[in-house]
């Protein structure tokens, strides 16, 4: 019995950060507010695209993850404005991109 028992919190207690890990950060509602004011005049929408991908076509691509969104808005591109993001905006709009799926 004894034993059980120490093995079920064994078992809480290693799994606890995988747990946290696992959680998605960011807001992705503060996300759509942000890409609003600076995203969305070049990605537009699903409905009415503009010179860049719609967030949704971005994130039904196989290779988007919160890992490779992340590098890539850390990253300078010739076609992309210079945007300086917080670690929290950025968080944001990952969220909300990946919310598009």
Do not use: W
């Amino acid at each position: 019995m004894h034993f059980r028992s120490l093995a079920s919190s064994l078992t809480l207690l290693l799994s606890g950060p995988a747990l946290v890990l696992a959680q998605q950060a960011g807001d992705p509602a503060a996300g759509l507010r942000l890409a609003e004011v600076s995203c969305l005049s070049c990605h537009g929408t699903a409905a009415a695209p503009r010179k860049a991908l719609a967030f949704a076509a971005i994130a039904a691509m196989p290779s988007t993850t919160a890992e490779s969104l992340g590098v890539f808005l850390r990253t300078s591109h010739p076609t992309m404005p210079n945007l300086v993001l917080s670690a929290a905006e950025r968080d944001d709009v990952i969220a909300y991109i990946l919310s598009l799926r």
